[in-house]
């Protein structure tokens, strides 16, 4: 029996997208949302699983989903593409529009999924960097593109994990500019002072990418969607599979809709705390970037970074350790929590930069 081997090289693909889980009383590491979704939705959710034909396949094409998220936006149902996470709607953008022969560009330090989902689609990745302050250089943007063509340009907005948001003259330069096309992931976007969704239109190439993960603080339903062209939505639904998407994500995803005003009061708290968390940051002589999410990406002066997320670990409190990543050497990223889980990871920082 010969040996199965893998198409393509499979060590190019890295070792994949990993966020450590580790057993501590406060997980500040993945940017969930610290508050679950209001007990009102949760009985919602209930009613409707109990009423789930569970012996029957749900709506192929999620019409109710699409047509909630459409009057949310303000734009047609046609303009709507949901997936399972905002990851399976960039992998199914890369299926149609990426793959062999084709080139996606990215801007580091960026969202590490971009470029590992590209090349699981056998699609290249044109590498630019960003500027000094990890926002978008209009002149790097246009040597990539002239240089790679990309077939589709990813633009984090605000970008993970350094947490800047792109001014909209940017974004519009950068649609301007790439001759494929534009996609702007806004996993944060509720956060930001302004969204590229009015930059969707039938005749252009923006598409913007959204997840119920954060703001809704649904991470364990892994819904996410596109807002796009409608010839763009088209081509998704052709390479997605059958069924994708289950009866049950489709009613948490359109019930979760009717929670708008609890959903932007909880923006506006953890908005709030953030503001309090960089404060206690600031008092601690540590330097943060300005954040437009919900995490703060900081870098304790004088200090190895991986020793202190050690050291945080040792006192049960779990951030990001981005100390191994290009040009965030040293550096960490922490989830905006509860007021008390914050407090906690303060406190222990100060233990760790004292020691």
Not at 75 to 97: H, I, P
Not at 181 to 197: C, R, T
Request: aromatic content about 8%.
């Amino acid at each position: 029996m010969g040996v199965l081997t893998p198409a393509g090289d499979g060590a190019e693909l890295g070792p994949g997208y990993h966020s450590p889980q580790v057993d501590v009383a406060v997980r500040l590491n993945t940017n969930e949302s610290p508050y679950p979704p209001p007990p009102a939705f949760v009985a919602a959710l209930a009613e409707a699983v109990a009423a789930t034909s569970f012996h029957r396949y749900p709506d192929r094409r999620a019409t109710a989903l699409r047509a909630a998220l459409a009057e949310l936006h303000q734009v047609r149902a046609d303009q709507v593409f949901c997936a399972n996470g905002s990851n399976e709607v960039l992998q199914t953008l890369l299926l149609a529009y990426g793959g062999p022969g084709r080139t996606a560009a990215v801007f580091e330090p960026t969202y590490a999924l971009h470029s590992h989902i590209a090349r699981l689609t056998r699609t290249a990745v044109a590498e630019g960097e960003r500027g000094e302050d990890f926002l978008l250089d209009l002149d790097e943007v246009r040597r990539v593109v002239a240089e790679a063509e990309p077939a589709v340009t990813f633009v984090c907005s605000p970008n993970n994990p350094t947490g800047g948001a792109e001014p909209a003259g940017t974004v519009a330069a950068v649609a301007s500019l790439a001759p494929g096309l534009v996609v702007v992931d806004e996993a944060y976007g509720q956060f930001a002072p302004w969204s590229a969704l009015s930059m969707v239109d039938d005749g252009g190439r923006v598409v913007v990418v959204r997840t119920y993960s954060k703001t809704w603080g649904m991470a364990a339903s892994r819904l996410g969607y596109a807002v796009a062209p409608a010839p763009v939505v088209a081509e998704l639904e052709r390479r997605a599979l059958p069924y994708h998407l289950d009866a049950v994500k489709q009613a948490a995803g359109r019930l979760a809709l009717g929670f708008r005003a609890e959903m932007e009061a909880r923006v506006a708290a953890v908005s709030a705390e953030r503001a309090r968390l960089v404060a206690g940051l600031a008092e601690l002589a540590v330097h943060a970037w300005p954040s437009d999410a919900n995490f703060v990406l900081f870098r304790p002066r004088d200090t190895e970074g991986h020793k202190v997320w050690q050291g945080l670990v040792d006192r049960s409190v779990l951030v990001r350790d981005l100390s191994g990543w290009p040009r965030l050497e040293g550096c960490l990223r922490v989830t905006v929590g509860t007021p008390e889980e914050d407090d906690a990871f303060l406190a222990a920082l100060a233990e760790v930069l004292d020691r």
